[in-house]
């Protein structure tokens, strides 16, 4: 059920007296972690907060991309679950802070840290997570491309050598046929 097809419903809440109404959305907001997160970025924090938030969540990139080359066998399999975990911290991340330039700087320093792709025996049990790896790379990429095609032209001039620095990685795995397939450029 939508709110906008009852109108009636509509005007029954903004007649509710607002102290009961209050209660209704405080109620309503908690149930929701990543509204109640937003509310509190929005209403509580400021620019400082933001880049705080930035630099925790690059710190938490390093790490994991740290602790992913210390492995002595580390797999695609590996890298995989990594890549994925630190992606959906970067979904989070926009979904509170709206910010579109901090997502894509993240996103962008992500794809750039961690491995595309593994020199894995084609009889590996871990080939198929080689494969799998490098679609979601190049699915997260052309996300991101997407993204930074839409935004202002001076934040792409700042993003740009970093987005061919991803593209090139594209290059060095062996990926460029697919990427253009999918529509991904050489070069911005």
């Known amino acids: ?3 906008k097809d009852h109108k009636d419903l ?10 009961e109404k209050d209660k209704l959305l405080l109620r309503l907001i908690a149930k ?6 937003h509310l509190h970025f929005k209403l509580l924090e400021d620019e400082s907060d933001l880049e705080e938030r930035h630099q925790l969540l690059k710190a938490e990139i390093d790490e994991s991309v740290a602790w992913l080359n210390e492995l002595r066998k580390a797999t695609s399999k590996d890298a995989l679950v990594i890549l ?19 997502e894509a700087e993240l996103r962008l320093y992500l ?12 009889l590996s049990p871990m080939a198929k997570f080689n494969d799998r790896l490098k679609t979601y790379f190049l699915r997260t990429t052309l996300a991101l491309y997407k993204k930074y095609v839409k935004l202002h032209e001076d934040l ?4 740009k050598e970093e987005f061919n620095s991803v593209l090139k990685k594209i290059e060095q795995y062996d990926l460029t046929r697919a990427a253009s397939e999918l529509g991904l450029p050489k070069e911005l």
């Open 111 to 122: 794809l750039k840290t961690i491995p595309a792709g593994y020199n894995e025996s084609v």
């Open 32 to 37: 929701d972690k990543v509204l109640t997160e």
């Open 156 to 159: 792409q001039y700042d993003l």
């Open 1 to 3: 059920m939508l709110l």
């Open 10 to 19: 509509k005007a029954a809440i903004t007649a509710i007296p607002d102290k």
């Open 84 to 102: 994925r975990k630190l992606n959906g911290r970067v979904n989070h991340h926009y979904k509170v802070t709206k910010d579109l330039n901090t």
